[in-house]
């Protein structure tokens, strides 16, 4: 069973720094593309990054490219996004995915 668990979430003023962590069971994260997703308050699913297979990052959003990293650990088979310079306009649910397959998310609130 696929099973993915996002943590690292939480307050932080904007400038702020928080990594995302995505722990995941079921599969190993080097044989398959991950993504992370977010979606703001009143606001559609949005992808933010994308790491193949490979290892590589292949996707960034436009909003976020510079400031945000994405990576993996195979060895812990978890997935990361460290996340920089946040802005308010990064407040959102973010959540970690494997083809259908999402985690319950964990909120990142960026506010003063």
């Known amino acids: 069973e696929v099973q993915l668990v996002e943590s690292g979430g939480g307050l932080v003023q904007p400038g702020g720094s928080l990594r995302l962590s995505c722990a995941a069971s079921?599969?190993?994260?080097?044989?398959?593309?991950m993504a992370w997703l977010r979606q703001a308050p009143g606001k559609g699913l949005e992808s933010v990054s994308i790491i193949s297979s490979g290892g590589v990052p292949t996707f960034y959003a436009d909003s976020v490219k510079g400031r945000f990293t994405i990576s993996r650990d195979n060895a812990k088979n978890t997935v990361y996004l460290q996340m920089n310079s946040l802005k308010t306009e990064d407040t959102a649910m973010y959540y970690c995915?494997?083809?259908?397959?999402r985690g319950q998310g964990t909120q990142v609130t960026v506010s003063s």
């Open positions: 995915a494997q083809g259908q397959s």
């Open positions: 079921g599969f190993s994260v080097s044989n398959y593309a």
